[in-house]
């Protein structure tokens, strides 16, 4: 894990103020390609000792007739029910990535591009169904010290969460899940979400600043992160198709403008 700062403790208790909101996000950035052929259900960790018994359950069948399919998650020392039927298009947007180092490091890949669009007549309902499954989700996958990898490509900014929301995200897990956070890498980081963040950067502590690392492609973040179980969604793989080309294309226009100079001269 050469290039990724793990520090040994981390004591911060929440962000010392309160950060804008940012819920109105209008112009996209990108097109978002088609969906995805992923599957939906998460990994199983590896000890059974991370899910709490009685922390998942499901509706009963009186409930799903009224066009409702719930779930239980226990947040804290609290239990959240999470509209499932709601939330399934969305699922996809936490999964297990596997383990890293020696014991049981998770993995906790966080893809955007799986995120509702913020236009939606139920948004909010929607979003707030999804910060519980979140929430919910991330305490039943760490077990130990974990990272987060954000995928921030092939996302419109309408799908963007507002830092509101990420603020409330970051509110509500507990202390055990803040201090056993060891990296989070920012993958396909856009000019909009480096700009938010050096913005916000003093409203922010200086440790967990320290924990944030932009990875610019996935090479790199092959580098930094055993990639066996990490699902990369095929948008984002299309995505960094694209800028390669695009790259490509620009060296050798330069090139052929340099090799077309002599002769201009001539």
């Known amino acids: 894990m050469e290039g990724v ?27 978002v390609t088609g969906p995805e052929n992923q599957p939906d259900d998460l990994p199983k960790p590896k000890t ?5 018994k009685g ?10 007739e009224e066009g409702r399919r719930w779930r239980m998650f226990r947040i804290g020392e609290q239990d959240h029910r999470v509209d499932m039927k709601a939330i399934e298009p969305y699922k996809r947007v936490i999964s297990h990535g596997g383990y890293y180092g020696d014991g049981l490091n998770a993995i906790v890949v966080f893809a ?3 995120m509702p669009e ?9 979003m707030d169904n ?22 921030n490509g092939a996302t419109t900014r309408r799908k963007m969460p507002s830092l509101g929301w990420l603020r409330k995200c ?29 913005v916000t950067r003093p409203f922010i502590s200086s440790k967990f600043s320290q924990k944030i690392r932009y990875v610019f492609n996935l090479a790199e973040l092959a580098e930094l992160v055993p990639m066996e179980y990490v699902g990369i969604p095929e948008c984002i793989k299309q995505y960094e ?3 390669l080309k695009k790259k490509q294309k620009r060296v050798d226009q330069e090139l052929n403008g340099k090799q077309d100079e002599p002769k201009s001269e001539q």
């Open 112 to 114: 955007v591009c799986f």
């Open 55 to 64: 922390s998942m359950t499901e509706c009963t069948a009186s409930e799903e």
């Open 48 to 52: 059974t000792e991370v899910i709490r």
């Open 241 to 243: 198709e694209e800028k």
């Open 5 to 31: 700062e793990l520090k040994e403790e981390w004591q911060d208790e929440d962000f010392p103020i309160p950060l804008p909101e940012d819920d109105s996000i209008e112009a996209d950035i990108l097109p």
């Open 170 to 198: 970051y509110q509500q897990i507990d202390r055990r899940l803040r201090k056993n956070l060891k990296s989070l890498i920012i993958v396909h980081p856009s000019w909009f979400i480096r700009t938010l963040l050096a």
């Open 130 to 151: 999804l910060f519980k499954y979140v929430i919910g989700t991330l305490e039943l996958l760490v077990a130990e010290n974990y990272m987060i990898v954000y995928l």
């Open 118 to 126: 913020s236009g939606q007549p139920n948004y909010r309902y929607l």
